[in-house]
């Protein structure tokens, strides 16, 4: 069963997006990294909040899974809730 592709919001600099990064590459997650600072209502969106990691299902809108410090654990349990909700 694969896991849906992921947006991480980040901003160059930010350790804690590095971080995030790290751990969904090495958990095996699918996510699409994007800068926030590259867009205005991005930044304005997320601006406090980076890293933000969020994922949109089929026909419904955008939904926030976390925002700040991503563990192991805290992604563990992000994926477990991901392939419960997968049919």
């Not at 994922?55 to 899974?65: D, R």
Request: aromatic fraction near 6%; include cysteine; hydrophobic fraction near 40%.
């Amino acid at each position: 069963m694969a896991l849906p592709t992921l947006t991480l919001y980040t901003r160059p600099g930010c350790a804690l997006c590095e971080q995030a990064a790290h751990h969904l590459s090495d958990l095996e997650f699918r996510f699409t990294p994007v800068n926030i600072d590259v867009d205005p209502d991005l930044r304005a969106r997320w601006s406090e909040h980076v890293p933000v990691l969020t994922w949109t299902p089929a026909g419904q809108a955008e939904q926030v899974l976390g925002k700040g410090s991503f563990s192991r654990g805290r992604l563990g349990q992000i994926k477990l809730h991901l392939l419960r909700l997968q049919p």
